[in-house]
T-cell receptor, first 111, second 117 residues
Framework: AQTVTQSQPEMSVQEAETVTLSCTYD???????LFWYKQPPSRQMILVIR??????QNATENRFSVNFQKAAKSFSLKISDSQLGDAAMYFC????????FGTGTSLTVIP | GAVVSQHPSRVICKSGTSVKIECRSL??????MFWYRQFPKKSLMLMAT?????????EQGVEKDKFLINHASLTLSTLTVTSAHPEDSSFYIC?????????????FGPGTRLLVL
């Protein structure tokens, strides 16, 4: 089975600063998707950004961008200009034929 | 668009009773719905995949007789935890996929917290 590893259980960032959340995964598949989901205290899973493995260009969504290194099986999330509302649990996820989620990184934004 | 709701948002029940959790797609028809379980400070684990009108497909290690899944309509799937025990206490999340969308496009519900006393 595929595995997704988030090695940072907790991270903090000063408001307006930039933070990078790490994620690595293990797979033998060549065609898959990678995601970052945000889970605020409300527990609603919110899609932040997605990346198709066949695309070399890194996905970006406003203040959120990824650094996708396919050979290294690395998929980090960069949050620029951090805002208080970014505070949440962030899950990295892999989808080949089903979702596999990492254990999450709890992000604290310091005012 | 693409809103998924769950009911109830939280439920407390006594050990040995059964609890039903509903997952509804509010503004689209979901041919496939997924049920996940999230332990405290843990990742989401896929429990089962349910397709409208057919039996659910359960992941390895998930007891199908304990976690009954019914997907009787294109907008509703239910998860019934039968004879609940304290170890079943968890956060249950459903997701739904609309027809014509690729498999990885799923919309998540807000989750249901189950506490079994």
């Amino acid at each position: 089975a595929q595995t997704v590893t988030q090695s940072q259980p907790e991270m903090s960032v000063q408001e307006a600063e930039t933070v990078t959340l790490s994620c690595t995964y293990d797979t033998s598949e060549s065609d898959y998707y990678l995601f970052w989901y945000k889970q605020p205290p409300s527990r609603q899973m919110i899609l932040v950004i997605r990346q198709e493995a066949y695309k070399q260009q890194n996905a970006t969504e406003n203040r959120f961008s990824v650094n996708f290194q396919k050979a290294a099986k690395s998929f980090s999330l960069k949050i620029s200009d951090s805002q208080l509302g970014d505070a949440a649990m962030y899950f990295c996820a892999y989808h080949g034929n089903q979702f596999y989620f990492g254990t999450g990184t709890s992000l604290t934004v310091i005012p | 668009g693409a809103v998924v709701s769950q009911h109830p948002s939280r439920v407390i029940c006594k050990s040995g009773t059964s609890v039903k959790i509903e997952c509804r797609s509010l503004d689209f028809q979901a041919t496939t719905m997924f049920w996940y379980r999230q332990f405290p400070k843990k990742s989401l684990m896929l429990m089962a995949t349910s397709n409208e009108g057919s039996k659910a497909t359960y992941e390895q290690g998930v007891e199908k007789d304990k976690f009954l899944i019914n997907h009787a309509s294109l907008t509703l799937s239910t998860l019934t935890v039968t004879s609940a025990h304290p170890e079943d206490s968890s956060f249950y999340i459903c997701s739904a996929r609309a027809p014509g969308q690729t498999q990885e496009t799923q919309y998540f519900g807000p989750g249901t917290r189950l506490l079994v006393l």
